[in-house]
Structure formats: C-alpha cells, structure tokens
C-alpha cells in the first residue's frame, strides 16, 4: 500500500534530503516524525532504514500507512529526540548515519483546536506536545507572575512581557482563563489587535508559553549533544529552525564544533582548541524559496543548518548554548502575588 498524503507539508523537504544523503543500507534517525515527511523522502530516495521518534503518541497512532508501505524498514518510537541516544541503543544501534530534526510545533499540531497551540482557533488552554504535564492553562492561571514575565521575556522576546502578565493575573482574579481565544484578547488588550498581513500580536505570547512548557530549548541541547555522540564519521546532522531562538544556538553548537568560533576575525589565524567534530556543509543556511512559500506560507521562517561528523571526539556538553536568563523548567507551580 502506498504512503497517503499527510495533512502536514514538510518544510525545504527536498533541501533536507539532499543534505542527508540517503545512501543505500544506511539508519537515519527523525527526530521530529510529525506526519513523516521527511522520513517518507528518506525512505523512498534510498533503499535505507529509519529511526522515527516522536513524543506525540497522536503523530505515531497516524502513522499506519507508512509503516505498511516501508515494513521492517521503518521503526516508529515514541519519545524525545533529547532521548535519541538512549532510543537508538535501546533500538539496536550505537552508531548512525544521519539525524533530521525539524523543530517547533507541526501544522497538524496548530490545526487541531484541541490541542491549544493556536490563538488562530479557539480551543483549551493546552500546548503540550506530550500527553503528561503541566498545561498552558495551568500556567497562566498558577504560576508566579515573575516566572511569567521571564518565560515571555526570554522565549517570546517579548518587549511588553510585564504588562501582558498584568493583564493575565488581572484576568485570573475574576475568573480562570481556559480557552486559547480568550488568551489572544488578553494579550491584544494590551498589545493592539490584529493589523494587515503582520504577525498576530499574540504570537510572542503563544511561542513562549508552548517554549517553556515543552522545555523546547532544552530538548534541543540534549538532542544536538546526543547527535554528536551518535554519529558515525561521515554521517549528518540537518536541524531546520522555525524561530530566531533555535536558529541562534545551533548556529553556535555548528560553529563551535566546525571550529568557527574559535576565530574572532578572519584576518587573525586560527586558536589552539579541540579538533573540530562537525564540517559546516558549504551552504551554511538555506531558505525557503520563492515556490514554496506560494505554496506553504509556514516556511517563510524556515532556516535549515547542516553538517558532517569528523571522526574527532565529541565535544563535552555545554550550557552556555542556551538564551541568557533562560528560566528553569518547573514541575511544580507556585502562586504569587502581582509582577
């Protein structure tokens, strides 16, 4: 049985198979399955095998077309992608050939109105990718409001974090906020609503609270540092960012680990330093073309990164990749008083 269509269009999905490579008998691992787009290509470029990990049991229930099509060659594993060295030795295998990892919310995601990641459709006060946690709507309800305001600040660069957070705890005194719309006329009350063809102003508020729940940032440093214990020399490391806060710390792990960094101009000769782990590919970011943002506006923040695993060491982990100011993930929410 052939693959069916799948609801989400992959993003620079002919970009991202050209830097992966697939060559024939070779294991991939997709960190990010979503509707199998990527893995989909992969598969049917070369006679390869795919590791496709999600943390969305609903992105892997989804997926009996493909696994019907491809077979033994495809393996579906629900998970993190931060968990992806773990993942794979439990799979079998303790090296591999590439990594994929498209990051952010899926389309399929943002479509669904019951899953809350949109301020687009109404729906509960959700965001979380997995199906344990702490909710969005919890958060905003119990949290305290300095919490609130460096979740914003730093994951939503969101220069009016401090009145938004007023606004909410206003809110929350009469009532519990619940719904994904009743969260956007929140932050439209104090940001102004919706103009043309711009970015909605709930879209800071949105991406930060969804960041801060996933522990997005965080998952990222896990999975690049677990990508360069796990690939093999010659393999590949593709990451397409869909915001500046990802983009910035995988330009700065491929930048550290090529080398790069260690160069503060190219006038000046190189620094002693650890040998490099990661060969930039020659492009060092791609973008959506014109083609396909007509047909798929959602790439117009799409940045793909690529690289090719040396044989040196990997390089210890390092924190510092992540934004300054970052707030911890909190498992347990306390109420305070006004920001």
Same mark, same amino acid.
């Given at each position: ?8 269009? !992959? ?33 049917? &470029?070369? $006679? #390869? ?38 993942? /794979? ?51 905003? %309800? ?45 932050? #439209? ?12 102003? /709930? ?10 729940? %996933? ?39 491929? /930048? %550290? ?7 503060? =101009?190219?006038?000046? !000769?190189?620094?002693?330093?650890? &040998? =490099? ?18 047909? %798929? ?9 690529? /690289?090719?695993?040396? $044989? ?10 992540? !934004?300054?100011? &970052? ?8 109420? $305070?008083?006004?920001?």
């Amino acid at each position: 049985m052939p693959p069916t269509s799948a609801p989400h269009i !992959p993003v620079l999905l002919s970009e991202v198979v050209t830097a992966i490579a697939p060559a024939e008998g070779e294991i991939y691992l997709d960190g990010t399955f979503g509707a199998g787009g990527y893995t989909r290509a992969v598969l049917e &470029a070369a $006679g #390869c095998s795919v590791l496709a990990l999600d943390r969305d049991p609903q992105a892997l229930a989804d997926a009996g077309a493909l696994a019907d099509a491809f077979g033994a060659r495809l393996n579906l594993i629900e998970g993190c992608f931060g968990d992806m060295e773990a993942r /794979a030795h439990d799979a079998g295998f303790s090296e591999l050939d590439g990594v994929m990892l498209d990051l952010g919310v899926s389309s399929m995601q943002l479509d669904q109105a019951e899953r809350g990641f949109s301020f687009m459709r109404d729906g509960p006060l959700d965001m979380r990718m997995g199906a344990t946690g702490t909710s969005a709507e919890d958060l905003v %309800n119990e949290a305290d409001p300095a919490l609130l305001v460096s979740i914003l600040s730093v994951y939503g660069e969101e220069r009016r974090a401090r009145a938004i957070v007023r606004a909410f705890v206003a809110r929350r005194e009469t009532a519990r906020i619940t719904r994904t719309g009743e969260l956007a006329e929140i932050v #439209c009350s104090v940001l102004g609503q919706p103009r043309g063809k711009g970015a909605h102003p /709930a879209t800071r508020t949105f991406q930060a609270l969804r960041i801060y729940l %996933n522990d997005e940032l965080g998952e990222l440093l896990r999975g690049l540092h677990a990508a360069e214990r796990l690939l093999r020399p010659g393999g590949r490391l593709v990451v397409v960012t869909f915001h500046s806060l990802e983009d910035r710390m995988v330009k700065k792990f491929l /930048a %550290n680990r090529s080398g790069r960094a260690g160069r503060p =101009s190219r006038h000046l !000769p190189e620094q002693a330093g650890p &040998a =490099s782990s990661f060969q930039e590919l020659p492009k060092r970011t791609q973008k959506a073309g014109a083609d396909e943002l007509a047909r %798929n506006s959602r790439a117009r923040s799409a940045r793909l990164r690529g /690289a090719v695993r040396t $044989g040196a060491p990997a390089f210890p982990e390092d924190e510092s990749l992540l !934004p300054a100011g &970052a707030p911890q993930r909190e498992h347990a929410i306390a109420v $305070g008083g006004r920001p």
